[in-house]
């Protein structure tokens, strides 16, 4: 497995990847070549059929502090209309795989929207969530006003990111914005068990599954069921569908092979 700089990896049972931000040194900021990184990650990870869900990590004291401010000071407009950091972001947004985020301690700006790239957050009961880049004169850049509004509501995240006040795993957990609140020494193990069932699903439900519930934030209610029928459909023709539902009628675990 290739080694990088900003980030670990590691595999288990050979269907689940766990990424994990490795900049100690300064809380995990997303510095350029961390965010280059994983995008690379993830490039390779969507054409493995090996590889069936993706979990990304911190450590159990802070998942992501943010941007990396020192960088992000060096730019002027235009620089920022150059930088590179939107496609590797894009990375995320267009992976077609889950992605389940393990969030110990600090999520804040970058680091927040990070794990809202996330299909599914699991967090440790010391996990604090927050947009505090109005503290700077800045405000999130990286679909953090976009994807939190969506997540839990108009009030708290104009609260969130006007006031730029974290909120802790208990509110995330009461607003949507996570899954599931875990002692932080089990955050991560709970998320892998989780990947792990994800993974032991049919490969081509679960991808159809994951971007008919993605759809349904950016159209119609009347668009998003036409395109959850065209999904349904596709999958008739699927062996896994024949497999499912065999199984089912002969009461044994189905094996599916992703096809």
Same mark, same amino acid.
């Not at 389940?100 to 794990?115: T, W």
């Not at 599914?120 to 503290?135: D, L, M, R, T, V």
């Not at 509004?149 to 730029?164: D, E, N, P, Q, W």
């Not at 609140?181 to 089990?186: D, M, N, R, S």
């Given at each position: 497995? $290739?080694?990088?700089?900003?980030?670990?990896?590691?595999?288990?049972?050979? /269907?689940?990847?766990?990424?994990?931000?490795?900049?100690?040194?300064?809380? =995990?900021?997303?510095?350029?070549?961390?965010? !280059?990184?994983?995008?690379?990650?993830?490039?390779?990870? /969507?054409?493995?059929?090996?590889? %069936?869900?993706?979990?990304?990590?911190? /450590?159990? @004291?802070?998942?992501?502090?943010?941007?990396?401010?020192?960088?992000?000071?060096?730019?002027?407009?235009?620089?920022?209309?150059?930088?590179?950091?939107? &496609?590797?972001?894009?990375?995320?947004? !267009?992976? !077609?795989?889950?992605?389940?985020?393990?969030?110990?301690?600090?999520?804040?700006?970058?680091?927040?929207?990070?794990? +809202?790239?996330?299909?599914?957050?699991?967090?440790?009961? =010391?996990?604090?969530?927050?947009?505090?880049?109005?503290?700077?004169?800045?405000?999130?850049?990286?679909?953090?006003?976009? @994807?939190?509004?969506?997540?839990?509501?108009?009030?708290?995240?104009?609260?969130?990111? +006007?006031?730029?006040?974290?909120?802790?795993? !208990?509110?995330?957990?009461?607003?949507? +914005? #996570?899954? $599931?609140?875990?002692?932080?020494?089990?955050?991560?193990?709970?998320?892998? =068990?989780?990947? &792990?069932?994800?993974?032991?699903?049919?490969?081509?439900? #679960?991808?159809?599954?994951?971007?008919?519930?993605?759809?349904? *934030?950016?159209? /119609?209610?009347?668009?998003?069921?036409?395109?959850?029928? $065209?999904?349904?459909?596709?999958?008739?023709?699927?062996?896994?569908?024949?497999?499912?539902?065999?199984?089912?009628?002969?009461?044994?675990?189905?094996? *599916? %092979?992703?096809?």
């Amino acid at each position: 497995m $290739k080694t990088y700089q900003d980030i670990l990896l590691s595999k288990i049972n050979k /269907s689940v990847l766990t990424i994990t931000l490795n900049r100690p040194e300064s809380y =995990n900021a997303l510095c350029n070549n961390l965010l !280059k990184e994983l995008a690379h990650v993830l490039d390779s990870a /969507s054409t493995n059929a090996d590889i %069936k869900c993706i979990v990304i990590t911190g /450590s159990e @004291r802070v998942f992501a502090a943010g941007a990396d401010i020192k960088e992000m000071a060096e730019l002027d407009a235009i620089g920022i209309l150059q930088d590179k950091r939107p &496609q590797y972001w894009d990375c995320l947004r !267009k992976f !077609k795989k889950p992605i389940i985020a393990s969030v110990n301690g600090y999520a804040l700006g970058g680091g927040c929207e990070l794990a +809202l790239h996330a299909d599914i957050i699991i967090a440790g009961s =010391n996990a604090k969530f927050g947009q505090p880049e109005i503290n700077l004169g800045i405000m999130p850049g990286a679909g953090g006003t976009q @994807r939190l509004i969506r997540t839990v509501g108009k009030s708290l995240a104009m609260k969130m990111i +006007l006031g730029g006040e974290p909120i802790d795993a !208990k509110t995330a957990l009461q607003s949507g +914005l #996570i899954a $599931k609140i875990t002692q932080p020494e089990l955050t991560l193990e709970c998320a892998t =068990n989780l990947a &792990q069932q994800i993974a032991s699903k049919p490969a081509i439900a #679960i991808q159809l599954a994951k971007r008919a519930l993605l759809d349904s *934030f950016e159209t /119609s209610l009347e668009t998003g069921l036409s395109l959850e029928r $065209k999904a349904f459909t596709i999958l008739a023709a699927s062996e896994d569908r024949q497999e499912g539902i065999q199984a089912f009628i002969e009461k044994r675990k189905a094996d *599916f %092979k992703g096809a």
